[in-house]
Each structure stands twice: as C-alpha cells, then as structure tokens.
T-cell receptor
Framework: GAVVSQHPSRVICKSGTSVKIECRSL??????MFWYRQFPKQSLMLMAT?????????EQGVEKDKFLINHASLTLSTLTVTSAHPEDSSFYIC?????????????FGPGTRLTVL | DAKTTQPNSMESNEEEPVHLPCNHS???????IHWYRQLPSQGPEYVIH???SNVNNRMASLAIAEDRKSSTLILHRATLRDAAVYYC????????FGQGTILTVHP
C-alpha cells in the first residue's frame, strides 16, 4: 500500500517551454501533497505544499508564478514548470500524506528528472 | 521543523546489525521522528516513524531516547540493498531533509 507515482519519469525540453509533472496517490486519498526539488549531491528541498481544493503554499524563495501547482482531486497534484530554463534542470519529487492515517508520514514518488536544454 | 544531526557516513558488513544515530535536541512535543532512505535517482522510501515509544516493523527498529532528544535506527541484518542515504527528520507537518547518513554495506 501507500504507492505514489509520478509521470513522466524523465523529460527533456527546450528553454522557454513549459513542462507538466503529475503526481498520483494510487491506493489512498491525499488532501495534502508536497513538491520537492533535489540538485545533484544535495538533499531534498521542499518547494511547496499542495492542498486539494485550495491554493498551494510555497516555501520562501520559490516563485509561485514559475512553478504552478494544481491539486484538483484527492489523488492528483500537478507541477508545471513554466518558461523553463537550464537552471531549472533538477530532480523533482512529490510526496503525499495518507488521509486515512493519523500520523503525518509522507509517501514519496519515484521522481522526475527534468533537463532543460 | 526541529533540526537533526546525523553522522555523514557509516559503514557496515553484510549480515551485521547497523545502528544509525540521530540527535534532535530541539524536538517539540508534537514532532514525530521519521526515517527515510534514498537510493540514487529514486524518491525517498519510508522506513519507520515514531513518537515516544520504540517501534518495530519489517524493515527496521526505531529506538527513541526517553527524553526524545535522540533516536537510533536499527537494521538488524544489513544487506547490500540497504546501502543508501538515511534521513532522520523530526517534524509535524512539513519534512525538512538534512544531509543524512550515507550507509555503505560491504559484502
């Protein structure tokens, strides 16, 4: 149980284009999901908290107009990197909190490798 | 989120127990203690979590100090597949990842 998927697993795009990454909780409902970014040899950095039916909460220094988050259902959150540039190349990872559990344990997706040329 | 301190790296031999320490001296009363591990180019994998009492699951055991200012993740018999970066996080709500402990398992 507690499986989270991400799609695509890797994407290569040209500078200036937008890329959408999907995060799905497959066997549980998740009112709250999270988006992280991880650069090579570094730890995960939280970008934003995604809440179903409401606006996402972004961490300090994360541009909300550049990283658009939509959480339209209890099993799906999307992250759109708008006007991507080479410095946005990174490993993007989502996580989801299981609504059916009383603890705040998060379950992570496998990640999406974004390369911007 | 409370900050945690972990050794940068540890080594173990296959089939031996491994004790991964973590200090979280500023933990608050509502913070859980979470352990995740991550392999290269993969998302973190949940290992175990606890609040006050020691916890066991099929992957590991978590020993929590009585004052909750430290904890130890115990892998009872390390395998090569346990080689990963192990993250200890004390939080309620958002997870703040530190640098973790790189565990190397020798055959």
């Amino acid at each position: 149980g507690a499986v989270v998927s991400q799609h695509p697993s890797r994407v290569i795009c040209k500078s200036g284009t937008s890329v959408k990454i999907e995060c799905r909780s497959l066997d549980f409902q998740a009112t709250t999901m999270f988006w992280y970014r991880q650069f090579p040899k570094q730890s995960l950095m939280l970008m934003a908290t995604s809440n179903e039916g409401s606006k996402a909460t972004y961490e300090q220094g994360v541009e909300k107009d550049k990283f658009l988050i939509n959480h339209a259902s209890l099993t799906l959150s999307t992250l759109t990197v708008t006007s991507a540039h080479p410095e946005d190349s990174s490993f993007y990872i989502c996580s989801a909190r299981d609504d059916g559990r009383s603890t705040d344990t998060q379950y992570f997706g496998p990640g999406t490798r974004l390369t911007v040329l | 989120d409370a900050k945690t301190t972990q050794p940068n790296s540890m080594e173990s031999n296959e089939e031996e127990p491994v004790h991964l320490p973590c200090n979280h001296s500023t933990i608050s009363g509502t913070d859980y203690i979470h352990w995740y591990r991550q392999l290269p180019s993969q998302g973190p994998e949940y290992v175990i979590h606890g609040l006050t009492s020691n916890v066991n699951n099929r992957m590991a055991s978590l020993a929590i100090a009585e004052d909750r200012k430290s904890s130890t993740l115990i892998l009872h018999r390390a395998t090569l597949r346990d080689a990963a970066v192990y993250y200890c996080i004390s939080s309620y709500g958002k997870l703040t990842f530190g640098q973790g402990t790189i565990l190397t398992v020798h055959p």
